[in-house]
């Protein structure tokens, strides 16, 4: 099955210098309970050093739920998580275990109006996520400021400005900027880009591929997108109602989807030529009422 | 069962339907009368679809306000919007709840138009009721009747439910057969599957299309989505900085654009059938229109393909191959503009 | 990828934030500021400016109207009234002062701590504020005064407690809003600490809620410490407090002498609604902006 991007995924596996089987966040067993409901049932996985995995499902599907557990926002009903190594099955009791957590596996949220503090700069607000991880003077802080704005894309005065003085994709970029601040293995994009505009959207995620490249950062991508998930990870697991129906190489996954599930997905994307179907919705008529 | 039966879209008198001539629109923002859309033309005949494509600050939206009569106070409008003949900017009276049922307008969140305390059935049956005195029992009726269409069973036991117990993709299809029941000839549908999940999107969309037919309506689709305006619509406008930039026939609005704006808005998407080396982003952002520079092409700054004669003053709408296009350079870039599908290759940066 | 186009530029209001809040209040709200400041100073400076004695008394002068220097008459023991106000004005003003500022940190540390660590937590928070309630200002300062004597610092410390679950109350919800913003959350996954996330965060983006909470507060301790005053329960005479001179001067009234009281009443009612005024203008501000 030859992939077109064929080549670009070999280098990037190569630049991973063969430590490419390094797990750096594994997942098993992982279950979620909120009273009756159960909104992740047993799913496992693995992210590998310097490779992405997509997370791929629609609402109700339990990929936020999970992110929100990797990062120990929620806690486990059962499974394990282990990142970097350590296990972090169940959220920290102490801000200085979080901290060190913080350090391995950091989040970028969906919306960019307001994940960011509305009346911290884009300056402070990274010199506060530096001041937690690293004890460095200010001038070097500041010269890391200017490495990270650089990095991601935002010149001097975007760095000091309000986040109501920036746009959308400037404030994403700022969102990943602090979250690379803490120098993380594994960045979790919940559904990142998809609040943005196309032309905005295509930026972020070239600017996704350039860190991942000078970073060796390993992504893990929400998304239902599935256009965007085949541009920026290796790997795809499809959810679908709390249980992982599918997954495998995103490119397998795209091009011979074996699920029930999956190909409808697959088949739902308007693309050019596309023309949409009446079919059976998976339990139409049955819709649940709203949780 | 008062199925209204128009003419096809094939069989179509040409008079438009919807006519937006010359509109432009300021609003006050920051404390000065800015330009919000600027001289958008535009026409819909009797049965046809029309895609309106933007990204934000377009105009797309405002443009379906204006049409809807839904512009904010103390908004600035010249220019004309003739529905049936009739100049919508001065209908009143009988003749603005004729051009309501005439015009039915679908929302992107459903939940924001819809009372959250008053049952479905109210909802559905009040523009019947009180604009066009159907009797109660009648319009409960024809209510239950086009929950059928869209694909909602047992329509008499959602009449009597409230909208926090449907899921988004049903309150949406609720609200299509909500705005079906009027008898409109004209579907505004602003973003209505943006909020929802894709393979919800997907169903919405085939009912939409199947009822528009069946229907014989017309349809303003806008959506910030290239390939889903071309999935449902006969033609597409893109829109930039407020003004109309491309009108073409969808199926060749993707691979052979007249606009260079609408070629770089279809390369910058990723494609779900290979991952390339990266994506040809548009740099810089997009444009509302009163940030745009007055006297020269609004996309100019960013465009790759902008020579002096795109900085000597506003291009026109000129009209090429069966569309429009409001680039100074349209006759030399005619087929050229998307030069990476030519040669069946990823898009290099 | 840089963006090569200017962006429209959000104008910072001139002169900082406190002078672009105070321009959105609207005239009634520069008017308000205003009477406040005058306030401010007076009570700052007050006894310094009276030109006679406030608490000397002259029985010979009792009650005798307007004359010359003395814009006001004298009051129901002699004493020059403009004086009496000019001096008052310190208690008068201090006391609410008290007031406001204990219920406002008490009541935010509650609120903030409810609102971060959520659940049990905040029930029992949330019912014992329930609680507090129940009792009236007023009734809280008189068990005070029962308990620990009369005189202002009583009077202030029992109000500050009545108070305290108003203000817990309408910051708790606030609080709940911030906390449930992603930008804490990721805050909380970088580390932060629960103190530093509430302080450095939490309390700055409900900041104007704080500030208009405490106008309007002021305006009620000032009337409600008027009033315990006029009990005889906080400021003892003779010192000079605008209660204190309603009280004592209502005598007049009957006999045909209002102006010492009226005078005294007209000072806090133009206090009260002044700070009614500016605070319900931030207040609306506070929920605009949002």
Redesign the interface.
């Known amino acids: 099955m030859t992939?077109?991007?064929g080549p670009?995924?070999a280098s990037r596996e190569h630049q991973a210098g063969g430590a490419g089987d390094q797990p750096v966040l594994e997942v098993s067993g992982l279950r979620k309970e909120f009273g009756d409901l159960v909104a992740v049932d047993g799913v496992s996985f693995t992210v590998r050093q310097a490779r992405s995995l997509a997370i791929v499902g629609?609402?109700g599907s339990g990929k936020t739920t999970i992110a929100r557990m990797i990062?120990?926002?929620e806690r486990p009903t059962a499974g394990t998580i282990t990142a970097c190594g350590r296990d972090r099955s169940s959220p920290a009791r102490s801000?200085?275990?979080?901290?060190?957590?913080?350090?391995e596996?950091?989040?970028v949220?969906q919306?960019p109006y307001?994940?960011?503090?509305?009346?911290?700069t884009a300056e402070a607000t990274i010199d506060?996520?530096l001041r937690?991880?690293h004890s460095l003077p200010a001038d070097r802080r500041r010269s890391r400021i200017a490495e990270l704005a650089a990095l991601v894309?935002?010149?001097e005065r975007?760095t000091r400005a309000?986040p109501?003085?920036?746009?959308?994709?400037?404030r994403q970029r700022v969102?990943i900027a602090?979250?690379l601040a803490?120098e993380p293995r594994v960045l979790i994009l919940d559904e990142s880009v998809a609040a943005l505009?196309?032309?905005?959207?295509?930026?972020v995620?070239?600017?996704l591929?350039d860190i991942r490249d000078s970073t060796s950062v390993s992504y893990v991508l929400i998304s239902?997108?599935?256009?965007?998930v085949?541009?920026l990870t290796d790997d795809a697991i499809v959810l679908h109602r709390g249980v992982v129906v599918e997954q495998g190489p995103t490119?397998s996954v795209?091009?011979a989807p074996q699920h029930e599930y999956t190909k409808?997905?697959?088949?739902?994307?308007?693309?050019?030529g596309?023309?949409?179907?009446?079919?059976a919705?998976l339990g139409?008529?049955k819709?649940?009422?709203?949780p | 069962m008062g199925r209204w039966v128009g003419p096809g879209s094939r069989e179509a008198s040409t008079a438009p339907l919807l006519e937006v001539d010359g509109l432009t629109v300021r609003l006050r923002v920051e404390g000065a009368q800015r330009a919000v859309l600027r001289d958008v033309s535009l026409a819909v005949r009797p049965g046809e679809a029309l895609g309106l494509v933007g990204e934000s600050g377009s105009g797309k939206s405002m443009t379906a306000r204006a049409i809807d009569r839904l512009l904010p106070r103390g908004a600035e409008v010249s220019g004309q919007i003739r529905f049936d003949g009739a100049d919508v900017m001065t209908l009143a009276g009988a003749g603005l709840r004729g051009y309501r049922n005439g015009v039915a307008m679908i929302f992107q969140d459903p939940r924001a138009h819809v009372n959250p305390v008053r049952r479905i059935g109210d909802f559905m049956t009040e523009a019947l009721r009180t604009n066009l005195d159907v009797p109660a029992g009648e319009a409960y009726r024809r209510a239950a009747d086009m929950l059928g269409q869209v694909g909602i069973d047992d329509g008499e036991r959602r009449l009597r439910q409230y909208p926090h117990e449907l899921s988004g993709g049903m309150l949406q299809r609720v609200m299509i057969a909500a705005a079906l029941l009027t008898e409109p000839k004209l579907l505004l549908a602003d973003e209505p599957t943006t909020a929802l999940d894709v393979t919800t999107q997907a169903e919405v969309m085939a009912i939409l299309d199947d009822l528009r037919r069946e229907f014989g309506l017309a349809m303003l689709f806008i959506t910030h989505d290239l390939e889903l305006a071309a999935a449902i619509c006969d033609r597409t406008a893109v829109m930039y900085a407020g003004q109309i930039v491309e009108v073409r026939e969808s199926a060749l609005l993707h691979d052979d654009p007249l606009h260079p704006y609408t070629a770089a808005l279809a390369a910058a998407r990723p494609d779900i059938a290979q991952t390339a080396h990266r994506l040809a982003a548009i740099p810089g952002r997009p444009l509302s229109a009163f940030e745009a520079p007055e006297d020269e092409c609004a996309f100019a700054p960013r465009c790759p393909h902008a020579r002096d004669i795109c900085r000597e003053a506003t291009p026109e709408l000129i009209g090429l191959d069966g569309g429009l296009s409001r680039c100074a350079r349209a006759a030399d870039l005619r087929g050229r503009l998307r030069p990476e599908l030519a040669e069946g290759g990823q898009s290099d940066d | 990828m840089s963006t090569a186009i200017p962006l429209v530029t959000v104008q910072a209001p001139r002169g900082g934030r406190a002078v672009g809040l105070l321009r959105g209040t609207g005239a009634a709200g520069i008017a308000s500021a205003a009477v406040i400041l005058a306030a401010t100073v007076v009570a700052v400076v007050g006894p310094a400016l009276a030109p006679f004695s406030p608490t000397l008394p002259n029985l010979a002068l009792a009650f005798v109207g307007p004359t010359g220097a003395h814009l006001f008459g004298f009051d129901y023991e002699g004493r020059d009234v403009l004086s009496r106000l000019l001096a008052g004005a310190q208690s008068s003003m201090l006391g609410p002062l008290a007031v406001v500022i204990g219920a406002l940190v008490i009541g935010t540390l509650l609120a903030v701590i409810a609102a971060w660590r959520r659940g049990m937590v905040d029930a029992v928070i949330s019912s014992s504020l329930d609680i507090l309630f129940a009792f009236p200002g007023i009734l809280l300062a008189v068990l005070a005064a029962a308990v620990f004597g009369a005189g202002l610092p009583a009077a202030s410390i029992s109000l500050a407690i009545a108070y305290m679950p108003y203000v817990a109350r309408v910051l708790r919800g606030a609080a709940l809003k911030e906390r449930s913003q992603p930008y804490v959350a990721a805050l909380e996954v970088q580390g932060a600490s629960a103190t530093s996330i509430c302080l450095r965060h939490i309390v700055p983006n409900v900041m104007p809620l704080i500030v208009a909470q405490a106008t309007i507060l002021f305006g009620y301790a000032m009337v409600d410490l008027a009033a315990i005053s006029f009990l005889g329960l906080g400021v003892q005479p003779p010192a000079a407090n605008w209660g204190v001179m309603i009280s004592e001067n209502q005598v007049g009234i009957p006999q045909g002498y209002p102006l010492p009281a009226l005078a005294a009443g007209a000072c806090i009612v133009a206090i009260v609604i002044a700070f009614n005024v500016l605070g319900e203008r931030l207040f609306e501000q506070a929920q605009g902006a949002r």
């Open positions: 992939d077109p991007g670009q995924e629609e609402s990062v120990g926002l801000a200085r275990v979080r901290r060190r957590r913080g350090g596996v950091q989040i949220f919306d307001t994940s960011l503090d509305p009346r911290q506060e996520v937690l991880h894309g935002l010149d975007q309000l109501r003085a920036l746009s959308g994709g400037q969102a602090r979250a803490a505009d196309v032309s905005i959207q295509a930026q995620l070239n600017l591929a239902h997108d599935l256009a965007v085949r541009q490119a795209l091009d409808r997905l697959r088949a739902s994307v308007p693309r050019p596309w023309k949409p179907r009446r079919g919705l139409a008529g819709e649940p009422v709203q």
